[in-house]
């Protein structure tokens, strides 16, 4: 479903979706990466319709802005740090 809608509205103009299999924290499921100017922010947990919905909704707003925003805060309690001694939720 991502892959059809970032391809058919041209989202990856302004955000580029890779869908792979593991990105390095493979004990959480279904990882994404948003790689920025601003940095690297990690979200684990990414599963159902409402978070996939979600993060699409994201893309468009970027997409219409021209430019990469704010995550929605509903990602706030997703987020972890990627490099410790395990993946662990941001504070």
Known sequence: MLKSVW???KLNQTVQL???GCLGP????NVALIISPDGN???GGMAGDAVYESLV???RECHREG?????????NDRQF???????????
């Open 7 to 9: 391809k058919s509205e």
């Open 18 to 20: 890779t869908i792979s």
């Open 26 to 29: 493979c004990d959480l499921a």
């Open 41 to 43: 922010e990690w979200i």
């Open 57 to 59: 909704e994201w893309a």
């Open 67 to 75: 430019r990469l925003l704010p995550l929605p805060t509903e990602y």
């Open 81 to 91: 740090e990627r490099f410790g001694s395990e993946a662990t939720e941001k504070v």
